[in-house]
């Protein structure tokens, strides 16, 4: 896991919000930027401040699933929120996340409902994995198995 660098966190936010600009000016390549981008501006932070990390996640998560949408329709990233949060956590330190950072995102009884609790249960589509010493190894199994990834 990376060391902490809320100013990297920052640049990468930026970056990002250079390139969304780029997608909805017509320049479709520039996705895979911003995509980048707000990955790493997630992995910048999560050692210390996991919930920014999660939320910079969440808002990757829902811009991505409105790609093609027309503009007005795609989901929006509270840029100058988040800008606002890492320059008080910089400053004060560890604080809770505020509401304008996770403006935008699904939420049940009021509170934010995060993509990773919306998945299927990981066990409904495991795999049966043969034994390493297993001779007669189940073709099927072993062509849709992948290590460290789940199905």
């Given at each position: 896991m990376r060391k902490t660098c809320?100013?990297?966190v920052a640049k990468h936010?930026?970056?990002a919000a250079v390139y969304i600009e780029e997608v909805a000016m017509g320049y479709p390549l520039y996705f895979g930027f911003v995509y980048g981008q707000l990955d790493?501006?997630?992995?910048?932070?999560?050692?210390?401040y996991p919930n920014l990390a999660v939320a910079i996640r969440e808002h990757r998560i829902r811009w991505a699933a409105t790609r093609g949408e027309p503009i007005e329709?795609?989901?929006v990233i509270p840029f100058e929120a988040l800008f606002d949060y890492i320059d008080l956590l910089e400053r004060?330190?560890?604080?809770e996340v505020p509401e304008e950072v996770l403006e935008g995102l699904?939420?049940?009884?009021?509170?934010?409902?995060?993509s990773m609790?919306?998945?299927p249960a990981m066990n409904d589509k495991k795999k049966s994995v043969p034994a390493k010493d297993d001779k007669k190894k189940s073709?099927?199994?072993?062509?849709?198995f992948v290590p460290g990834l789940a199905p």
């Amino acid at each position: 896991m990376r060391k902490t660098c809320l100013e990297c966190v920052a640049k990468h936010l930026g970056s990002a919000a250079v390139y969304i600009e780029e997608v909805a000016m017509g320049y479709p390549l520039y996705f895979g930027f911003v995509y980048g981008q707000l990955d790493h501006a997630a992995s910048e932070c999560l050692a210390e401040y996991p919930n920014l990390a999660v939320a910079i996640r969440e808002h990757r998560i829902r811009w991505a699933a409105t790609r093609g949408e027309p503009i007005e329709k795609q989901h929006v990233i509270p840029f100058e929120a988040l800008f606002d949060y890492i320059d008080l956590l910089e400053r004060v330190g560890n604080l809770e996340v505020p509401e304008e950072v996770l403006e935008g995102l699904p939420r049940e009884d009021g509170k934010v409902v995060y993509s990773m609790d919306t998945r299927p249960a990981m066990n409904d589509k495991k795999k049966s994995v043969p034994a390493k010493d297993d001779k007669k190894k189940s073709v099927s199994a072993q062509e849709d198995f992948v290590p460290g990834l789940a199905p």
